[in-house]
């Protein structure tokens, strides 16, 4: 009986040994590397960043394997992309990248050296293109500005201040802001106490 078991074995390793080419685990190998290439990459939820300006910093991708494609190897080339704060992405298999954008949002035109720039909420200046309608946004003026604008404006929203009624901001070194309002009329902070200065300039308009 042990006999005709071991006849067995060897009959079916010789049978195992006559028909398996390593070809075979290659070709396999090269149809799931086929199946699993990005083919379509989509693009949700942007606004003013461009759907083709993202697609052309992203041409590397297509081609690639979807299962060990990283997020930097997306994100990354998309940082000097104006407007563009974060993605999500997402992988819809089996060749399907899916790129959800949260755009930043402009704030103010800013003058810095004889140019205007976009200043958004992340406080990144945006070299300010043509194609913009600037007349719905404040200006900013002043050495430095776009570094303490945020939190100054921040300020001025958590105390409710009515922002839609400011033409100009001027920022001055010291640390101190002026208001120029749609009115024409003025108003001086001091660089200390300002959120009391805040809500007193608030009860002054009232």
């Known amino acids: 009986m042990k006999k005709f078991y071991r006849i ?3 009959l079916a390793a010789f049978i195992f040994l006559t028909t398996y080419t ?4 290659n070709v396999s190998h090269e149809k799931e590397n086929l199946f699993f290439k990005i083919k379509n990459i989509k693009i949700l939820n942007n606004n003013r960043v461009s759907e083709r300006e993202i697609e052309k910093k992203l041409e590397h991708i297509y081609g690639k394997n979807i299962l060990t494609i990283k997020r930097n190897d997306i994100a ?7 407007f563009l704060g974060k993605i999500e992405v997402k992988k819809k298999y089996p ?3 899916v790129i959800k954008v949260y755009e930043t949002k402009p704030m103010a035109i800013l003058f810095k050296k004889n140019k205007k720039y976009f200043l958004d909420n992340l406080s990144n200046l945006i070299l300010l293109d043509k194609g913009f ?3 719905d946004f404040p200006n900013i003026f002043g050495e430095e500005a776009e570094n303490h604008f945020m939190n100054f404006f921040n ?3 958590d105390n409710n201040f009515p922002k839609h009624r400011v033409k ?3 920022y001055f070194q010291i640390g101190r802001w002026d208001l120029q309002l749609l009115n024409e009329q003025v108003i001086k902070f001091p660089p200390e106490k300002m959120t009391e200065a805040i809500q007193q300039s608030i009860k002054l308009l009232n």
């Open 95 to 97: 060749n399907i990248l």
């Open 133 to 135: 309608n600037t007349d």
């Open 155 to 157: 300020k001025l929203n």
């Open 168 to 170: 100009n901001y001027y």
């Open 22 to 25: 390593p070809s075979n685990l």
């Open 76 to 82: 990354t080339p998309l940082e000097s992309i104006d």
């Open 8 to 10: 067995i074995v060897i």
